[in-house]
Nanobody, 132 residues
Framework: QVQLVESGGGLVQPGGSLRLSCAAS????????IGWFRQAPGKERSGSGI??????????YYADSVKGRFTISRDNAKNTVYLQMNSLKPEDTAVYYC???????????????????????WGKGTLVTVSS
């Protein structure tokens, strides 16, 4: 079965850290650019990603809202992409999901495109709650 599976979410206090993982099964990630998108509770799913990484890992993109706090990385040997989230804020509370996209689309463009616009795979998400 072809799927992306996110993990690592949970409850964390403001200022805390979490590391999310996005693991692929049924296919290999190393061909695809990967992005992290999020949907805040009670809000529509955002059409913009917060961080995206090229298939080689050489190119990354961050939305202004997370720049300097989040770091995206990948280990193609483990078929996994990570999102290290530091200095978390209550407004980071959301379901985070990863998306696989063609390497023909640059990572900045990927992060500014709705995943429904032709991206290949996405997972069901993992909930991150930032609260004291």
């Amino acid at each position: 079965q072809v799927q992306l599976v996110e993990s690592g979410g949970g409850l964390v206090q403001p200022g805390g850290s979490l590391r999310l993982s996005c693991a692929a099964s049924g296919f290999t990630l190393d061909y695809y650019n990967i992005g992290w998108f999020r949907q805040a509770p009670g809000k529509e799913r955002s059409g913009s990603g917060i961080s995206c990484i090229s298939n080689s890992g050489r190119n990354t993109y961050y939305a202004d809202s997370v720049k300097g706090r989040f770091t995206i990385s990948r280990d193609n040997a483990k078929n996994t992409v990570y999102l290290q989230m530091n200095s978390l804020k209550p407004e980071d509370t959301a379901v985070y999901y990863c998306v696989a996209d063609s390497p023909l689309r640059a990572v900045q463009a990927m992060c500014n495109t709705d995943p429904l616009d032709g991206m290949n795979y996405w997972g069901k998400g993992t909930l991150v709650t930032v609260s004291s």
